[in-house]
């Protein structure tokens, strides 16, 4: 079929010629694409092998990234919020997300309860694991709820990455038959329903900037407005001006909102569903305000450089995250309905086709020719304005779309007798003839269609018109603008629902029993874990100093720590003793409080980060009993209560700021250090992150020298137990969180782990052996070792 290969020049591309004398091209992208997809056949081969050997090599990575960005883009977009003096709308999104946990949990437990079968059947069935999957994901929905209350702002990454996180874990718990079809979409529904009943309730804020803004930006842009008065909204509802800068020139300022920019959003969405692309108007994304001004900016530039009358764009500013300024020269002029029968010439009427012959000449479309796209000045000369949802690039479909909307526009003011008249005079009969497969109301806009209802017949009138020139010969070839019919939508729609539903402690125990039947070897890796850990706390503290400190004695502050722990509560036994050393290290008091409020911070974003991750992974393991979402919520949605009750009360209020504010208000300084010390404060964050690790490990290890043989322990699912009682142990004022400690960890453990309370509680005191008692004589022994040489 081929023959000679030919170089093609410089490039490198190789060209060939077939049988019929053509030239063909062997184009190296397509063979990198050829070998791309040869790679990624023997990758997905290897991996699906692999898989069947160790389960979850492939879905457990990307529902820890998942995992990863669900839990950080929330977070990170409410101290956003929070920067910019925007706290009420991140308290708005705890209450929604606290009514979306209750209502969730509410409606667990009434399914999984006294709910009638048909309920139950609907929401919930039974796991391949024993009992019944969850009917509502608590996970999710608060997440959602959270999420959708609190926004994302311009901060599109982190919009993308929460909602791609969400879609990722729902399709995980959903192959992982950890929830049903319809629970998951209930769980999406409720998150979004609470969310936006939270905002009827509290009111949404005002996101447009004040008027005195839109003055700041112009004087900003070299434009200082002498006035600046508020007019009429313009037809998408955005904010309008009008300024007389000094000098005596005018502006028409269009101030574009988020607000708006979701304006219309589900007609945009059933237009991009309904149309093919060419048909469809380009120029307003379906929810990116960044994309709409971009889109503007770009058509006015490249209208203006082809010579073609329309408003210079002067300025374009953006007044604040959520909104943006657009500022055009004002052209006085009149739109085609204010204009007079009698003014309505066919010398207008063709300057108006030659404007848009010369827009398509440059392969731009305009695609809203309606009688608001055109200024008729007092000179008589034709401005087009109106270019927001216009292309560059355009192809000879969305210039034919644009003559048919024109045709049929001019048609309901002058009639088709003189509209398709003019068209043929400028364009040619074989241009406008091309016309009429197109000359449909899907193809046109909202603004004409609502004038062809007023003006009947207008559009078949130009159909005639069109064929009465040319009644014979082949007939132009029918093109096809709908991708969807509305008739299809809902058939697919019901088909689809219709497939669904067709597919269907032990307080009294002798001390003797507690350490029966023990493994030893799994007791000795817990001893190690221990050891870790202080290890681990060393690494978080030497990470935020700037100082270089004694490894050694580092390293024996941390154990002595633990022997002062035995008079004090577990949150503050530590942080005295490192306060201590610090400063006799030769460190600044000041210093050293930054230091130490900096390393604090650090933890607890670990630990809220772990609590969200380990949680997640703990629902891929068959030994978890204790649902994962339920444990990440509760433990989320306690630290935001408690944080909206101390903000919310005002003794409480000013009871932790004098407290607190002292302690951390050096740690924004001390962090921006540190990041001139990038090492340094990886030694920090990595202690931060293995401190916790490392007491989980004790704790798991304990529990695997109780466990019954063959019963297989998930280390995550203990870790996320460890985590809770930890923060039990900080909370209680009691010396190393006695009593609470083992309270929790007993419960946990038994409800998590499906272990017995015998085993649990065995378990837990031997982990309070190793990590508690264990440590007081070597941390006596630390602590005189110090205080001896004046390091403590």
């Not at 608060?142 to 399709?171: E, H, K, Q, S, Y």
């Not at 704790?699 to 043989?709: G, I, Q, T, Y």
């Not at 070597?778 to 602590?783: K, L, N």
Request: aromatic fraction near 6%; proline fraction near 5%; hydrophobic fraction near 50%.
């Amino acid at each position: 079929m081929f023959g000679r290969d030919e170089p093609d020049g410089p490039t490198g591309d190789v060209r060939a010629t077939a049988a019929d004398g053509s030239r063909l091209i062997r184009r190296p992208v397509d063979r990198m694409r050829f070998t791309l997809g040869a790679v990624g056949i023997a990758l997905l081969v290897a991996f699906a092998a692999l898989e069947r050997t160790v389960p979850n090599l492939l879905i457990g990575p990307v529902v820890f990234a998942a995992g990863v960005a669900m839990a950080v883009a929330p977070a990170l977009a409410a101290v956003e919020r929070l920067m910019r003096r925007e706290g009420r709308l991140v308290a708005d999104g705890v209450l929604a997300a606290l009514g979306t946990y209750l209502v969730a949990l509410g409606i667990n437990l009434y399914v999984l309860g006294p709910a009638p079968d048909a309920i139950r059947r609907a929401l919930t069935r039974a796991h391949p694991d024993g009992g019944n999957v969850e009917p509502v994901h608590l996970y999710i929905a608060t997440v959602v709820a959270f999420i959708t209350v609190v926004g994302f702002g311009d901060r599109l990454v982190l919009r993308n990455a929460a909602w791609g996180a969400l879609v990722i874990t729902a399709a995980a718990v959903l192959v992982e038959h950890r929830i049903t079809l319809i629970g998951l979409i209930v769980s999406f529904v409720l998150g979004r329903t609470a969310a936006f009943g939270v905002r009827w309730w509290r009111g949404s804020p005002d996101l447009a900037p004040p008027d005195a803004a839109v003055s700041a930006a112009l004087a900003e842009a070299e434009l200082p407005p002498a006035t600046c008065e508020r007019i009429a909204n313009g037809p998408a509802g955005n904010r309008r001006y009008e300024a007389t800068i000094e000098g005596g020139r005018r502006l028409s300022v269009t101030v574009l909102d988020r607000n708006r920019a979701t304006a219309g959003l589900a007609y945009r969405l059933y237009q991009r569903l309904r149309l093919r692309r060419p048909a469809q108007s380009q120029g307003q994304g379906l929810f990116s305000l960044q994309h709409v001004v971009e889109q503007r900016t770009l058509l006015a530039l490249a209208v203006a450089d082809c010579g073609i009358r329309t408003p210079h764009l002067a300025a374009v500013r953006k007044l604040s995250p959520d909104a943006v300024l657009l500022a055009y020269e004002r052209v006085d002029g009149r739109t085609l309905d204010e204009l007079a029968e009698g003014e309505l010439t066919d010398e207008l009427l063709g300057r108006m086709w030659r404007v848009v012959a010369k827009l398509h000449r440059h392969q731009i479309s305009h695609r809203r020719l309606s009688v608001g796209a055109f200024l008729i000045d007092d000179a008589g000369q034709v401005w087009l304005t109106r270019l927001e949802a216009g292309e560059v690039a355009a192809s000879s479909l969305q210039h034919r779309l644009d003559d048919a909307e024109l045709m049929v526009m001019l048609a309901t003011r002058v009639g088709a007798e003189r509209s398709v008249g003019v068209a043929r005079q400028v364009l040619g009969d074989d241009v406008v003839a091309s016309v009429l497969p197109l000359l449909r109301p899907a193809a046109f806009t909202q603004e004409t269609r609502a004038r062809l209802r007023k003006h009947k017949g207008a559009l078949e009138g130009v159909s005639k018109e069109i064929l009465a020139f040319q009644p014979e010969g082949p007939q132009p070839k029918a093109v096809s603008l709908e991708r969807l019919r509305p008739r299809t939508i809902l058939s697919a729609l019901g088909g689809a629902v219709a497939v669904y539903f067709l597919i269907g402690q032990f307080s009294g125990q002798p001390i003797g029993n507690i350490f029966k039947g023990m493994s030893w070897p799994w007791a000795a890796l817990a001893l190690v874990g221990t050891a870790l850990g202080y290890v681990a706390a060393a690494m978080g503290l030497a990470g935020f100093v700037p100082q270089h400190l004694p490894r050694v004695r580092l390293l024996l502050a941390q154990i002595a720590g633990s022997f002062v722990t035995l008079v004090t509560p577990a949150a503050v036994g530590g942080v005295a003793v490192n306060t201590r050393f610090l400063q006799k290290a030769g460190i600044a008091s000041a210093l050293a409080v930054t230091s130490i409020a900096a390393s604090q911070v650090v933890a607890f974003a670990a630990f809220l980060l772990l609590v969200m991750l380990l949680g997640s992974i703990s629902g891929s393991s068959a030994s978890a009993h204790l649902p994962p979402s339920s444990v990440i919520v509760t433990v989320l949605l306690a630290v935001a209560v408690l944080c909206l009750v101390v903000a919310a009360v005002p003794a409480l209020r000013k009871f932790v700021v004098t407290r607190v504010k002292p302690v951390f208000t050096g740690v924004g300084p001390r962090m921006l250090e540190l990041l001139h010390n990038p090492r340094k404060l990886a030694v920090g964050v990595g202690g931060a992150f293995l401190l916790p690790l490392c007491g989980s490990l004790s704790l798991w290890a304990s529990v695997c020298a109780f466990a019954p043989e063959g019963k297989q322990i998930d280390f995550a699912t203990v870790a996320v137990v460890f985590l809770i009682g930890k923060s039990a142990g900080s909370i209680v004022p009691t010396p190393g969180g006695l009593g609470a400690v083992e309270a929790v960890l007993s419960g946990g453990l038994a409800a998590a782990t499906g272990i017995s309370g015998s085993v649990a509680f065995s378990a837990v005191i031997l982990f309070r052996l190793l990590t508690f008692w264990l440590p007081i004589v070597p941390g006596w022994i630390a602590t005189t070792w110090l205080q001896r040489r004046d390091a403590l």
